[in-house]
């Protein structure tokens, strides 16, 4: 059974910082495209950054030269650093996992930038 478990979330003021994590277990990590997605409330789901199996990233617009996107497939993890939040980023940020026709997502960690 595959799981997804995301955990870094919390309540930031603007201008700080978090590290998402997402653990993965029962599927071959090394293999999979990893992304975070966040969805606000009243918004549609957005990705906000994917990394390769071989490494490769992308991100929203919204958020480059903030966040940073790695995987460490030793540790079956993927990580979000986020820098320099702002309101904007407040959101449910969810993990999935891709290969194929599979895909998978975890539960989600809660976000909030605000004084």
């Known amino acids: 059974q595959v799981q997804l478990v995301e955990s870094g979330g919390g309540l930031v003021q603007p201008g700080g910082s978090l590290r998402l994590s997402c653990a993965a277990s029962?599927?071959?990590?090394?293999?999979?495209?990893m992304g975070w997605y966040r969805q606000a409330p009243g918004s549609q789901r957005e990705l906000v950054a994917r990394?390769?199996?071989?490494?490769?990233?992308n991100y929203a617009d919204s958020v480059k030269g903030r966040f940073t996107i790695s995987r460490d497939n030793a540790k079956n993890t993927v990580y979000l650093q986020m820098n320099s939040l702002k309101p904007e980023d407040t959101a449910v940020y969810s993990c999935?996992?891709?290969?194929?026709?599979?895909?998978?997502w975890g539960q989600g960690t809660q976000v909030t930038v605000s004084t």
């Open positions: 999935n996992a891709q290969f194929g026709f599979f895909d998978y």
């Open positions: 990394i390769t199996s071989g490494g490769s990233t």
């Open positions: 029962g599927l071959i990590f090394s293999i999979h495209t």
